[in-house]
């Protein structure tokens, strides 16, 4: 199984206050674990990709981080949330060259 | 670089409709080549993969195959049904050590009337 667990589904927060979107791993130990996010009209933006646990790279400059504290664990974070951080959040694991998504996250930032 | 270009959406298309989605690539080496569907509200699926020149990848009446000539994979379906109605991301794989990354297109929004 390659399921991944992101939560929660829909997420409407204030410009200024804190973010922490999470993703579990089920099934599978050691994974590539990917956040990506998707903006109307700009596709698939990577933002940070994990290869084990405590080891991040970031793909942009941005206002979010991201950190990996367990094996099938990895999180999203911000700590004051701007208007142009909203979109839809997505978690992928990847297998060799074959990539496996969460269900998303919609983020609104009001 | 490693690019993938998409043509741009939005399609609409009449039920039964023969669709394509241009996909064409730039790459250093043979990278592997892949569509995936995404739903609304949902995340995306892989749809199908092509890994090698001339391979065809095909999944729920969807083809495409990897054309190394031309640098294209584009998507073709003969007659599209309403529950085709999803956004179509075509992807190629770029060998990076040991984190492989997908490099994306845009997507292109897919509409299918009844």
């Known amino acids: 199984s390659q399921t991944i667990h992101q939560w929660p589904a829909t997420l409407v927060q204030p410009v200024g206050s804190p973010l922490s979107l999470e993703c579990t791993v089920e099934?599978?130990?050691?994974?590539?674990l990917y956040w990506y996010r998707q903006a109307a009209g700009r596709g698939l933006q990577l933002l940070f990709y994990?290869?084990?646990?405590?080891?991040i790279s970031s793909e942009v400059p941005q206002n979010l981080s991201a950190s990996r504290p367990q094996d099938r664990q990895f999180i999203l974070s911000s700590k004051k949330l701007l208007l142009s951080d909203s979109g839809f959040y997505l978690c992928?694991?990847?297998?060799?060259?074959?990539?496996?998504f969460g269900q998303g996250t919609r983020l609104t930032v009001v | 670089g490693n690019s993938v270009t998409q043509m741009e959406g939005p399609v609409t298309l009449s039920e039964e409709a023969f669709l394509t989605i241009n996909c064409t690539y730039t790459?250093?080496?043979?990278?592997?080549l892949f569509w995936y569907v995404q739903y609304p509200g949902e995340g995306l699926q892989l749809l199908l993969k092509?890994?090698?020149a001339d391979d065809k990848g095909s999944n729920k009446g969807f083809e495409a195959t990897y054309r190394k000539e031309t640098t294209s994979f584009h998507l073709e379906k003969g007659s599209v049904q309403v529950s085709d109605s999803a956004v179509y991301f075509c992807?190629?794989?770029?060998?990076?050590?040991?984190?492989?990354?997908?490099?994306w297109g845009l997507g292109t929004s897919l509409a299918v009337n009844p």
């Open positions: 992807a190629l794989n770029r060998n990076a050590g040991n984190n492989r990354k997908l490099i």
């Open positions: 992928a694991r990847q297998v060799g060259t074959e990539a496996f």
């Open positions: 994990s290869v084990g646990i405590g080891q």
């Open positions: 790459a250093t080496g043979y990278p592997s």
């Open positions: 099934g599978t130990s050691n994974p590539n």
């Open positions: 092509a890994t090698k």
